[in-house]
């Protein structure tokens, strides 16, 4: 699930949800935040752009302001710890990404 991270594109954030219903079910949205929250690697696997449906920020192993910082890093503007312009910036794992794993 971790290496899903990795097919979110620069510049780019993703959900909870979608990543849940890309590793194949999207009810354990929950799960892998709680997964997220103990990656240790996170140099390896971005989970800092990993964000609510709705566009907040959620939490990071880091804090939400290095969250806001990588980010923001990558070019993803942050108001009010949420995305801006969020339905353009989220991405969304298709079909033939979900069966490589």
């Not at 935040?33 to 240790?40: A, E, M, P």
């Not at 969250?67 to 503007?77: F, Q, T, V, W």
Request: charged letters at 35%; glycine letters at 8%.
């Amino acid at each position: 699930m971790l290496a899903l991270l990795h097919r979110v594109p620069k510049g780019r954030v993703t959900t909870y949800k979608a990543l849940a219903r890309a590793a194949g079910n999207e009810n354990l949205a929950r799960v892998i935040g709680r997964i997220l929250s103990q990656n240790k690697e996170v140099d390896k696997y971005p989970c800092y752009k990993v964000v609510r449906s709705d566009g907040r920020i959620g939490g990071y192993s880091l804090g939400v302001r290095e969250k806001i910082r990588r980010l923001k890093r990558e070019g993803i503007g942050v108001k009010n710890n949420r995305i801006i312009d969020f339905e353009r910036m989220v991405f969304e794992f298709d079909e033939k990404l979900k069966r490589k794993n």
